[in-house]
């Protein structure tokens, strides 16, 4: 018993530690994720922002990159080396595309189109401000305003079209003759005047009623006096400032385009017509497309101004 109570008593005590440290792996992935996020979400908006045509070249590349590592260029079909990229000259390295001769035609097509789209439109804009130009004119000139019912102005097909016209009291000219009356001459200054900074060209036409020329002698006949009338109609109009240049033609028509075809002798088939024309109408009536020249420097001398032909 007394052994038992002098044997020693051991107590055992467990001490508990903290967790192992695991350092910053961590970090580094999330840093990694981030930056792949990053490049992913940039890559998004280069694919958006790229032309479909730049992706095209970029998968060619793609699908055979050796190719173009071999050869050079910046695509499979554009290789600095002897083998041609194509197209008809097969000494050209350069043409990855090769475009049928259909389809260069209806480019062309399709761009003289629009250049002519572009042109009618100018030529309206110039052809309606001059309209609005002359009948500002007519109102506002007193001398003009009374003969305002002799003056008629269309926009048709061939462009801005002037028309004086005849009256039975009224007349432009004397029986027979091409002489132009003093009222006849102030609306053709005036007129004239208004065109001197045109750019289209001018037609100008003489029409006679259907009446026979009373003295036909040597064939003298409402041809010759049509023609008369209207070349001493632009007379007037080269005096006043039109440039005698912008003139595409000077025509008699005698009784061939009446104004009224149901009453063929009524004065107002007798007219002088005045046609701003067109780039359209300039090249179908004449013909060819002719560039419009300068108008001469002022004070050089016109010698068809200082030497007018005599009308019969």
């Known amino acids: 018993m007394a052994e038992k109570k002098l044997q020693p008593i051991i107590i055992k005590r467990i001490k508990k530690g903290g967790h192992a440290v695991h350092g910053g792996a961590w970090k580094i992935a999330y840093a990694d994720f981030v930056t792949a996020m990053m ?27 050796l190719k173009v590592a071999m050869m050079g260029g910046d695509g499979s079909g554009n290789s600095s080396s002897v083998i041609p990229g194509g197209g008809n000259d097969l000494t050209k390295v350069h043409g990855q595309v090769k475009r049928s001769d259909a389809e260069e035609a209806r480019s062309r097509r399709m761009s003289m189109d629009a250049k002519r789209a572009e042109q009618a439109r100018q030529d309206a804009d110039r052809i309606k401000n001059l309209q609005n130009k002359i009948d ?11 003969y305002k019912s002799q003056i008629r ?6 462009g801005l079209q ?21 009222y006849m001459r102030d609306i053709l ?4 005047t208004a065109l001197g900074g045109v750019e289209n060209r001018i037609s ?21 006096l049509s023609a008369d009338r209207a070349n001493a109609s632009r007379r007037e109009l ?10 595409g033609r000077v025509v008699g028509l005698a009784a061939s385009d009446l104004l009224e075809p149901g009453n063929p002798r009524a004065p107002a088939n007798r007219r002088i017509t005045i046609t701003v024309l067109t780039r359209e109408a300039e090249e179908r009536l004449m013909g060819k497309t002719t560039p419009v020249p300068p108008p001469p420097e002022p004070g050089t001398p016109d010698e068809k101004q200082d030497n007018p032909p005599v009308a019969r």
């Open 162 to 182: 002037i028309q004086i016209v005849d009256d039975q009291n009224r007349p432009m000219f004397d029986s027979g003759s091409a002489l132009v009356k003093p």
């Open 238 to 247: 080269v005096s006043a400032g039109m440039p005698d240049a912008k003139l």
């Open 204 to 224: 100008l036409a003489g029409h006679t009623d259907a009446v026979p020329y009373g003295n036909s002698e040597r064939g003298y006949s409402n041809w010759e």
């Open 136 to 146: 500002a004119l007519i109102t506002e000139n007193p001398r003009l305003n009374e």
């Open 189 to 192: 200054r005036e007129i004239g």
């Open 153 to 158: 102005m269309d926009v048709t097909p061939d």
């Open 39 to 65: 490049a992913f979400f940039l890559l998004m908006w280069l694919l958006g922002s790229t032309a479909k045509g730049e992706l095209q070249g970029i998968s060619d590349y793609f699908s055979s990159p």
